[in-house]
Nanobody, 120 residues
Framework: QVQLVESGGGLVQAGGSLTLSCAGS????????MGWHRQAPGKQRELVAI???????RYGESVKGRFTISRDNAKNTVYLQMNSLQPEDTAVYYC??????????????WGQGTQVTVSS
C-alpha cells in the first residue's frame, strides 16, 4: 500500500497559476507512470496529464500548452504546473501512480484529491 499526499490546490482568479504536488510513500520499489486526472461536478473523470518513467508526457487536449507535468523520482513525487487557469479548469484533481513493490507486484493507486477552483 502506498500513501499519496496531494497539495497545492486552492482558489485562484482566471489567468492565474497553481502548482500541485503529489508525494508517494510506502511500498514503492519502482515507479512507472505518474499522472493527474480531474473531475468536475456532474462530469466524468478525465485525463489531465501523464508522465512515463522515461519522462515522456501526454496531455489532455484542453490543457495542452497551459499545464506542465514533471516528476522527481528520488522523492516519489509528481508535479503539475498549471498556468492560464480558466473557470472550466475548476475540478477535484487526483494524482495516480503506477508502481511495483519489492515482490514485483504492480499497483495503481490514487490520491484523495485536491480542489482547484478558478473564479472568473
Amino acid at each position: 500500500q502506498v500513501q499519496l499526499v496531494e497539495s497545492g490546490g486552492g482558489l485562484v482568479q482566471a489567468g492565474g497559476s497553481l502548482t500541485l504536488s503529489c508525494a508517494g510513500s510506502g511500498s514503492i520499489f519502482s515507479l512507472n507512470a505518474m499522472g493527474w486526472h480531474r473531475q468536475a461536478p456532474g462530469k466524468q473523470r478525465e485525463l489531465v496529464a501523464i508522465i512515463g518513467n522515461g519522462g515522456s508526457t501526454r496531455y489532455g487536449e484542453s490543457v495542452k500548452g497551459r499545464f506542465t507535468i514533471s516528476r522527481d523520482n528520488a522523492k516519489n513525487t509528481v508535479y503539475l504546473q498549471m498556468n492560464s487557469l480558466q473557470p472550466e479548469d475548476t475540478a477535484v484533481y487526483y494524482c495516480n501512480v503506477d508502481y511495483r513493490n519489492r515482490a514485483a507486484q504492480r499497483f495503481i493507486d490514487w490520491g484523495q484529491g485536491t480542489q482547484v477552483t478558478v473564479s472568473s
